[in-house]
């Protein structure tokens, strides 16, 4: 599969639910969005998507949104689970308060070693080579040298996802079977090690949007009686492996 889309900034709103909800949730938001072009083939709607999380040593990031900096950021290498992927995600999230920015480019497989661990990266390290992209490569990676990342923690789960038809403006998912396992490794292959169930049989609802709170959404909010909670994958994947010991 190929994923490109990518919202730079937006707000997040997320939620813990139970199946019967999801499943009721799903219902109601197809009067207004359309299951996006990846999921629509495949069973349940549901992709595979995997998540290498990059921290330093001390595990900066994590101890960030533990202590509540309102300003922070997490650096990943997304993909999706195929053994013959040529290229991959690498992101950067960054959270001003409640509003969102992605950082995101396209890059070889082949080359994410040098990326990583070499000097800072040049055109030739894209596979869509655009200065928007070169910009955005050169950002995280300037980041990845500043606290010295490296893999941490691989987060792997399936998504289900819906969005406004030709565009992602707004956007709704649910998060299902997320898992975590430690990793110190650049592979990117779908199997963890040992890895443990993070959120049990709860779902992760996400409500995402670039602007205005659409109407419907705040109706979807007090049909369903949802609350705010606090949903991090990373962080509450860390959290499960040090409790199980399966992580310093």
């Not at 070499?118 to 490569?137: A, C, F, I, W």
Request: aromatic share 10%.
């Amino acid at each position: 599969m190929s994923f490109d889309k990518v919202q730079e900034q937006r707000f997040e709103l997320k939620y813990l639910i139970n199946e019967q909800k999801a499943q009721n949730v799903r219902h109601f938001i197809k009067n207004y969005l359309d299951a996006d072009e990846y999921g629509i083939t495949q069973p349940q709607n549901s992709y595979s998507v995997h998540s290498l999380y990059l921290d330093s040593s001390n595990l900066k990031t994590y101890q960030d949104t533990i202590n509540g900096n309102r300003n922070r950021f997490k650096i990943r290498i997304r993909h999706y689970g195929g053994e013959d992927q040529e290229s991959v995600y690498l992101e950067m999230k960054r959270r001003y308060d409640r509003v969102i920015t992605k950082a995101r480019a396209k890059v070889p497989v082949k080359k994410l070693e040098e990326i990583i661990y070499g000097p800072l990266p040049t055109m030739d390290h894209l596979v869509n080579q655009t200065e928007e992209q070169l910009r955005s490569l050169q950002q995280i990676c300037r980041m990845i040298r500043e606290i010295n990342a490296r893999p941490q923690i691989h987060v792997a789960y399936l998504r289900e996802a819906y969005e406004l038809e030709e565009s992602n403006a707004v956007r709704i998912t649910f998060d299902r079977d997320v898992t975590a396992s430690y990793t110190n490794s650049l592979s990117l292959r779908a199997e963890q090690d040992n890895p443990v169930n993070v959120f049990g049989k709860t779902v992760i609802l996400e409500l995402k949007f670039t602007n205005r709170y659409p109407h419907w959404m705040n109706e979807l909010t007090q049909l369903f009686h949802l609350r705010l909670e606090s949903a991090a994958k990373y962080v509450d994947g860390v959290n499960v492996l040090k409790r199980k010991k399966k992580i310093a």
